[in-house]
């Protein structure tokens, strides 16, 4: 479900639903994190999704940020999108990963009582939820938006954007969360009015630059990166040298990297111009 204006109100009820099993996911996520705490929230995603043999491809889609992907023998591999900007990586990250722990977790307590959805935009906006709780942590959006001193809402947005290092829907969703539960109810008036309008890229990048932000947050990293799978493919072709089907692995894979390597550098050359 496409997230608008007029369904933010039910995205936020849906969220509140949704709480406190997202909750006690992050509980069971934070237990892996332990030996990436002290790195920045999106190096610790980073450090679990290349766990799962993560493939960084930069593909000239602007609708698809990341997939999870299953492979012979069952195997699954989280997908990121680098020619996303930085921000929006980051969110991905996180959504992906929760829909690779969640059976995870399942698997490991052996709840009876925990339920996988089978409706897909329920699912989606768990995945999206966990996320964005995942970036937002602890800390407190909404008074840290009301400790700014602009006037100018997309300006404060932007410094959220950049200090919590998140994407334009996800910081206004959160902040209209937070201010439904204040009771706060010209803010999230006023962030309905801003809801449904789409900033380019170099909007964001002149905002950025004006107010001294990193505008790198905004751009997108455009990285080719298949070295997880390429080296679980050759441990399996050492272990196993008369299996054909791992040495034709590695050469789809090394294919498929030549590939997205040449898309990442006309994307690189049309970036700069």
């Known amino acids: 479900m496409r997230i608008t204006s007029a369904n933010l109100d039910q995205t936020v009820e849906r969220n509140e639903q949704i709480d406190r099993q997202i909750q006690d996911h992050i509980r069971f996520i934070e237990k892996r994190l332990i030996k990436w705490k002290s790195l920045p929230i999106e ?44 921000l929006y990586q980051y969110f991905i990250y996180w959504h992906e990963i929760y829909h690779l722990t969640e ?9 009876e009582n925990y339920e996988i959805s089978t409706e897909f935009d329920l699912n989606e906006r768990k995945a999206d939820y966990f996320a964005s709780q995942m970036i937002f ?27 919590f290092k998140a994407p334009y829907k996800a910081v206004l969703i959160q902040l209209y969360q937070m201010a439904k539960r204040n009771q706060n109810e010209q803010l999230q008036e006023r962030i309905k009015l801003y809801f449904d309008k789409q900033w ?74």
């Not at 299953?70 to 997908?79: A, D, R, S």
Request: net charge negative; with cysteine; proline share 4%.
């Open 137 to 163: 942590g602890y800390s407190d959006l909404y008074d840290y938006y009301h400790s700014l001193e602009y006037d100018d809402l997309i300006v404060k947005i932007a410094h959220c954007m950049k200090s």
């Open 43 to 86: 190096e610790q995603a980073l450090g679990i999704l290349k766990e799962h043999n993560l493939i960084e491809i930069p593909i000239p889609d602007g609708n698809w940020g990341g997939a999870i992907r299953k492979f012979h023998g069952g195997k699954v591999v989280p997908i990121i999108n680098t020619a996303q900007p930085r």
């Open 200 to 273: 380019a890229n170099n909007e964001w990048a002149t905002i950025f630059q004006d107010y001294a932000l990193d505008d790198n947050l905004i751009k997108p990293s455009y990285v080719t990166n298949m070295n997880s799978i390429i080296n679980a493919i050759k441990v399996k072709v050492t272990q196993h040298p008369d299996v054909e089907l791992f040495q034709d692995n590695l050469k789809v894979v090394k294919e498929w990297e030549a590939k997205y390597k040449k898309v990442q550098r006309e994307l690189k050359e049309r970036s700069d111009g």
């Open 103 to 111: 059976h995870e977790e399942i698997t490991l307590h052996n709840e």
